[in-house]
């Protein structure tokens, strides 16, 4: 049974920076096909795709947040990691981890993402 866990802060200051942790078990985020993605929902709105590190390490954005946001992996952990830089208010939301069997940059079809976290509320308050 694949599981994924996200961990990090619940709480980020404005201006800094937001870095969260999924911790993937019963899969290789290195098992050909395979898309790792981070997806947020904010309070009273719809899921919001923000990045897919892909099996071979490639990482794509986006383009709304790619200027903020770096996605990497440490394979030894089987882990992959989110940054969101100079956050504000309107980054506060409930961030999920997720995989999907095969790279769409972007997709919104949310049924499609096999397997999820349980999710994590960030908030972003002084």
């Known amino acids: 049974q694949v599981q994924l866990q996200e961990s990090g802060p619940g709480l980020v200051k404005p201006s800094q920076t937001l870095s969260l942790t999924c911790t993937v078990s019963g899969d290789s985020i290195t098992t050909s096909t395979s898309a790792w993605s981070w997806i947020r929902q904010p309070p009273g709105k719809g899921l919001e795709w923000m990045g897919v590190?892909?099996?071979?390490?490639?990482?794509y954005y986006n383009p709304s947040l790619k200027s903020r946001t770096s996605i990497s992996r440490d394979t030894s952990k089987n882990q992959f990691s989110l940054q969101l830089r100079s956050v504000t208010p309107e980054d506060t939301a409930v961030y999920y981890c997720a995989r999907r069997d095969g790279l769409r940059v972007g997709a919104q079809d949310w049924d499609e993402y096999d397997y999820w976290g349980q999710g994590t509320q960030v908030t972003v308050s002084s």
């Open positions: 590190i892909a099996y071979d390490g490639s990482t």
